[in-house]
Nanobody
Framework: QVQLVESGGGLVQAGGSLRLSCAAS????????MGWFRQAPGKEREFVAV????????YVTAAMKGRFTISRDTAKNTVYLQMNSLKPEDTAVYYC?????????????????WGQGTQVTVSS
């Protein structure tokens, strides 16, 4: 069982930065692939980034590559999403999720555990 709690969201002006954190409970955190998704009002949940269980492999979706970075600190059972050069279209609720498998990263159905989400609002 893994419980996930996101934090770090808020209101920021366009061009600003935020770092989201996802704190995980459970002794098996290091065995999970961790992903970030987001969902804007009226839109489907969208894949943002993923990091492998070892932390050696990361992937950020093309639309956010170069602006977003994912990382994890196994000692702290925490995954981070550093978001720079934020745009109004990045406004969404951001969720972290844990998956026991290392494939199909962008498919939300492969993730067993989800946090409650944290709101990110980017003003123009």
């Amino acid at each position: 069982q893994v419980q996930l709690v996101e934090s770090g969201g808020g209101l920021v002006q366009a061009g600003g930065s935020l770092r989201l954190s996802c704190a995980a409970s459970g002794r098996t955190f290091s065995s999970y692939t961790m992903g970030w998704f987001r969902q804007a009002p009226g839109k489907e949940r969208e894949f943002v980034a993923v990091i492998s269980s070892s932390g050696r492999v990361t992937y950020v979706t093309a639309a956010m590559k170069g602006r977003f970075t994912i990382s994890r600190d196994t000692a702290k059972n925490t995954v981070y999403l550093q978001m720079n050069s934020l745009k109004p279209e990045d406004t969404a609720v951001y969720y972290c999720a844990a998956s026991p498998i290392s494939t199909s990263w962008s498919d939300p159905t492969t993730y067993n555990y989800w946090g409650q989400g944290t709101q990110v609002t980017v003003s123009s």
